[in-house]
């Protein structure tokens, strides 16, 4: 469907062969429909109109009216010269001034002519001044039409070239004031209901509101918009993956299950544990294939939820598999699994890219006849020409790697598609899991085993090294061990190696009583496994190591985390390396160590760090102070972001009402044919086309 929108934009009469090619290059805009979803960041309410006499320093934009009684060329030192416009209003007085094209401004703005003038108002020797002002023509500005004051985004290059914020402003109006009225793009039940402005008054307003409250209606309009057709287009792929595929039915808890529970579990399960489990069976007995992610802070537990979802496939006479981002991890896995089924006849065997020749064949034949009932491996077990007998259960640890395109993939190694499990330790904040894996179901443990003191988490800077040397002595003396984490800067490995080594050899120093491991990522697996071995059995008692640590590792004597310059690091990662103390039943400390001089967001994460222990505070604010392009995982999550207007961080609210309605759409109508929602399925078709990269994820 050809609309005006896809004209190209060098038919505007304002858009020139230079502007088309800037346009595109720096904005990618091209169409009509580009340049109409080019959005204003701010906006300045123009409405009002100040006298001089009312100015104040701490004023934001102000506009004034009146006229310039003559210019003054300044010299300010250097050869350079300042313009200044003396300009006013029949109350005062004020400077307008300019630092260069001169010749220009007195060419353009007359002495004695009404002008509008915009801009911020700074005090200087005695009287105001404003710097390279916005100027219009009084008699050709209506100011009852004035409102709100869009502002454009533009690149260095774009301003090099003497672009300004209202050339877009121009070009955008003169796109409104030709368009005819848009058709809308959501159906009048949708929109009558939310009470939501149409799609042509929004697209409109949004560039030119008259109002404060004409931007916030156009606003939410366009965000909702937004965000309904992402959670529009993941629900609908997830029930046509549904209605497609069955799940198996693992209604059987049988001697496996219960043997486990029974004699084999070491604990009472955490109340959260319990209820995740009700949760994944009732997943399993549902005729649905499960697809659920699993979130919970470090330490809270995972592993063994995984294990008992991994025994029920078995008492139905089925195989499961594990996957671990790194083979560490996974070597990991298969002993603490190996070690909760201690005593037990059930098979589990590792495959990871090290493990090879004969005993690799050995693995995949027992894998094809069905001997090997658990599987722990890297996720190139998907990847690999791996065929099991009956695989009715997958679980990957940490999601990162886990996109929609790799849980399809499991489903050509199994009949009906396994049931899928994706475990998180990296909280993910609601309104932003729903994006990203709004296909998945979620359940939280957000309670850690009991008898865990929560870490206290302090900051020190860096010439308190002093009293953070005799607290880490005094913890040792106690019997307990200490990580010391130096930043990885990634531009420069081998300054980053030569902190680390210097670091290491001046903290051999200061701790002569007591012996040192060290561990980064240039070192071989084995020459790490070594020192990390020696520091797991307590034959070292402080690790001196690179953020390497900071998954997997399990050492519940470790109850000191000294994080070095912690500036350099992110919430997330900060918070993943605390997570590696506390696991014993001693009170932990984490320490974060900074330099005096700290910007304001480094402040905040500190504070936040210092504040909590909650995973999902932490991810709320990370998410915040970062915005969610950056986040962790999101890139690879197979769901990619392209919001224009909208703000997973900020618009919450807005996500879990489009949420809401997107399920609605698809609960009633689950094979999209009814007439009421054709217009839905066509914007959709047409989105998935035009817009949005949203291949990864259908
Ligand atoms: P996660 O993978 O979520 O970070 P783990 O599964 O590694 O956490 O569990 C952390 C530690 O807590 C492990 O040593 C585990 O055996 C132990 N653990 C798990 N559940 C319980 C429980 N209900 N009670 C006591 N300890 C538990
Ligand atoms: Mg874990």
């Known amino acids: 469907m050809s609309s005006i929108l896809d004209q190209d934009i060098q038919f505007l009469p304002s858009v020139g062969t ?24 701010k906006y300045v309410d123009r409405s009002k109109i100040f006298h001089i006499s ?52 007195i060419k353009s703005y007359k002495v004695g ?20 002002p916005d100027i219009d023509d009084a008699s050709k500005l209506q100011i009852s039409e004035m409102g709100m004051q869009p502002f454009y985004g533009l690149t260095e290059n774009m301003k090099k070239r003497g672009y300004t914020s209202r050339s877009i402003e121009r070009i955008t109006r003169n796109l409104v004031s030709i368009l005819p009225p848009l058709p809308e793009t959501l159906p ?31 606003q939410v309009r366009l965000k909702f918009e937004e965000l309904f057709y992402v959670q529009l ?3 609908r792929y997830a029930s046509d993956q549904r209605r497609k595929y069955r799940g198996y039915i693992f209604n059987r808890i049988g001697d496996i299950f219960n043997g486990f529970y029974a004699h084999h579990l070491p604990f009472e399960l955490t109340g959260a544990q319990k209820r995740v489990m009700h949760e994944i069976r009732a997943d399993m007995c549902s005729g649905r294939q499960m697809n659920r992610l699993l979130q919970g802070d470090v330490g809270s537990g995972k592993t063994l939820v995984a294990l008992m979802t991994m025994l029920i496939a078995l008492d139905n006479g089925y195989q499961a598999c594990l996957m671990a981002p790194t083979e560490i991890l996974a070597e990991q896995h298969l002993q603490t ?32 006849t069905g001997d090997i009932q658990i599987l722990i491996g890297t996720h190139a077990v998907i990847e690999d020409p791996v065929a099991f007998h009956r695989l009715g259960v997958a679980v990957s640890d940490e999601q990162h790697r886990f996109g929609v395109a790799q849980r399809a993939k499991l489903w050509a190694k199994s009949e009906n598609p396994p049931h899928v499990l994706v475990m998180t330790a990296t909280p993910i904040p609601r309104t932003l899991a729903m994006t990203i894996y709004g296909d998945l179901d979620v359940s939280v443990i957000d309670e850690l085993p009991p008898g865990r003191k929560p870490i206290q988490t302090l900051h020190k800077f860096d010439n308190q090294l002093t009293s953070l040397y005799q607290s880490i002595r005094r913890q040792i003396n106690l019997g307990r061990q200490v990580y010391i984490v130096f930043p990885l800067i990634k531009e420069n490995e081998k300054i980053d190696l030569k902190n680390l080594e210097e670091g290491y050899e001046t903290l051999k120093q200061a701790f002569p009583e007591f012996r040192l491991s060290k561990i980064h990522g240039r070192m071989k697996s084995a020459e790490k496994e070594a020192e990390m071995e020696q520091f797991v059995k307590g034959k070292t008692q402080i690790l001196v190591a690179t953020t390497v640590i900071e998954v997997g590792v399990n050492v519940p004597n470790a109850s000191v985390m000294v994080i070095l310059d912690a500036q350099r690091f992110g919430l ?47 991810a709320e604010a990370d998410l915040k102070l970062r915005g969610p392009g950056d986040l962790e995982g999101t890139q690879q999550s197979g769901m990619a972001f392209d919001l224009k207007i909208a703000n997973i961080a900020r618009d919450g609210q807005l996500v879990q009402l489009a949420r809401t309605e997107a399920q609605a759409i698809i609960d009633a109508d689950p094979q999209c044919e009814h007439p009421l929602n054709s217009l839905l399925w066509n914007r959709l078709r047409e989105l998935k086309k035009t817009h949005i990269n949203w291949a990864a994820i259908s």
Request: with cysteine; aromatic share 10%.
């Open 337 to 368: 699994i190996r070690d909760f089924l201690q005593g037990m006849d059930i098979r589990v065997e590792l495959l990871t890219g090290i493990v090879k020749g004969k005993k690799r064949k050995e693995i995949l034949d027992g894998l094809a």
């Open 572 to 618: 997330s990662q900060l918070h993943q390396l605390r997570g590696r103390v506390g696991r014993g039943c001693d009170q932990s400390y984490c320490i974060l160590v900074t330099g005096y001089k700290l910007s304001e967001e480094t402040r905040k994460r500190i504070d936040i760090m210092c504040d909590t222990n909650d995973g999902f505070r932490i």
């Open 233 to 235: 287009n993941i629900l």
């Open 113 to 132: 002519t009404e002008y509008i003038v915009f801009g911020k108002p700074s005090a200087y020797n005695g009287r105001f001044r404003f710097a390279h």
């Open 18 to 41: 230079k502007t088309k090619e800037i346009l595109s290059k720096e904005l990618s805009i091209r169409s009509y429909g580009d340049l109409l979803e080019y959005y204003p960041y």
């Open 188 to 218: 009048d039940f949708i929109v009558n209901r939310l009470h939501l402005v149409s799609r042509d008054a929004a697209l409109r307003m949004i560039h030119y509101p008259h109002s404060h409250q004409e931007m916030q209606k156009a």
């Open 54 to 105: 009312e100015l104040t320093s701490d004023m934001p934009f102000v506009q004034l009216k009146g006229k310039i009684l003559s210019y003054e060329e300044v010299d300010i030192g250097k050869r350079n010269k300042m313009l200044v416009a003396h300009f006013s209003d029949g109350y005062g007085v004020v400077d307008l001034v300019w630092f260069r094209s001169a010749q220009y401004i």
